[in-house]
C-alpha cells in the first residue's frame, strides 16, 4: 500500500528559528498533486500549499516554504523565523495511488511548537 | 472560504445504535470526503464521493456507510456503532479532486 512518512512527530523551537518539516511518500502514479495542511490547536484543518509533480520548482510564500523532490518522493516545508501562531500540526497529503481516482493519504503529522 | 458544516457537532451514543453524520456545503463542490482522526494515526479516509450517488471506499470503511442524494449533502452511517468509532469525524470537499479540500469544523462521536 502507498504510504506517507512524517517521521518527526513532534518539534519544539524558540520563536525565530528556522524548522523544516519532512514528508517522504510513496506512489506509483507518474503525475500527481500533493499538498500541506494545518491544523492548529483550535482544531480546523487548513490548506496551506498544492503541488503538482510535474513542477519542482521550490515555492515560497511568506515565511513559508516547500522543496519537492520527485526523484527522492519528498515534499518538505519550511518555516523561517518561526512565531508562536505557527504552533500546530502539519499534515502532508500525497495520493493513495489508486489511478483515476483522487483519494489521498494523510500522514500522522508533525506536531510543531513554538515557544516564545 | 468554503461553506461546510457539519452535525452535530458533538454526539454520545451507545454501543449497538445507528448513527448518522451530516455533512453540508455550500459550494457545489463535486467532491466530498469523510475523514476520522485518531491520535496516532493522523487522518484516515472512510469514504469519498465523486459525484452525486457516486461514491468510494477509503482505507478504513468497514462499519460505515455513505450516501449522497444531493450535491450538496454528504451522510455518514454507522449501522451499529462500536466503541472503535469513537472519534473526531471530519468532513471536507474540493471543487475538482486535484484541487484543495475544504473541511468542516469535525464531529466528536463518543460511543460508550
Known amino acids: 500500500a502507498q504510504k506517507v512518512t512524517q517521521a518527526q512527530t513532534e518539534i519544539s523551537v524558540v520563536e525565530k528559528e528556522d524548522v523544516t518539516l519532512d514528508c517522504v511518500y510513496e506512489?506509483?502514479?507518474?503525475?500527481?498533486?500533493l499538498f500541506w495542511y494545518k491544523q492548529p490547536p483550535s482544531g480546523e484543518l487548513v490548506f496551506l500549499i498544492r503541488?503538482?509533480?510535474?513542477?519542482?520548482q521550490n515555492e515560497i510564500s511568506g515565511r513559508y516554504s516547500w522543496n519537492f523532490q520527485k526523484s527522492t518522493s519528498s515534499f518538505n516545508f519550511t518555516i523561517t523565523a518561526s512565531q508562536v501562531v505557527d504552533s500546530a500540526v502539519y499534515f502532508c497529503?500525497?495520493?493513495?495511488?489508486?489511478?483515476?481516482?483522487?483519494?489521498?493519504?494523510f500522514g500522522t503529522g508533525t506536531r510543531l511548537k513554538v515557544l516564545a | 472560504d468554503a461553506g461546510i458544516t457539519q452535525s452535530p457537532r458533538h454526539k454520545v451514543t451507545e454501543t449497538g445504535t445507528p448513527v448518522t453524520l451530516r455533512c453540508h456545503q455550500t459550494?457545489?463542490?463535486?467532491?466530498m470526503y469523510w475523514y476520522r482522526q485518531d491520535p496516532g494515526h493522523g487522518l484516515r479516509l472512510i469514504h469519498y464521493?465523486?459525484?452525486?450517488?457516486?461514491?468510494d471506499k477509503g482505507e478504513v470503511s468497514d462499519g460505515y456507510s455513505v450516501s449522497r442524494s444531493k450535491t450538496e449533502d454528504f451522510l455518514l452511517t454507522l449501522e451499529s456503532a462500536t466503541s472503535s468509532q469513537t472519534s473526531v469525524y471530519f468532513c471536507?470537499?474540493?471543487?475538482?479532486?486535484?484541487?484543495?479540500?475544504?473541511f468542516g469544523p469535525g464531529t466528536r462521536l463518543t460511543v460508550l
Open positions: 471536507a470537499s474540493s471543487e475538482r479532486g486535484s484541487n484543495e479540500q475544504f
Open positions: 506512489t506509483r502514479d507518474t503525475t500527481y498533486y
Open positions: 503541488r503538482n509533480s510535474f513542477d519542482e
Open positions: 497529503a500525497p495520493p493513495s495511488g489508486t489511478s483515476g481516482t483522487y483519494k489521498y493519504i
Open positions: 459550494e457545489n463542490h463535486r467532491y
Open positions: 464521493s465523486y459525484g452525486v450517488k457516486d461514491t
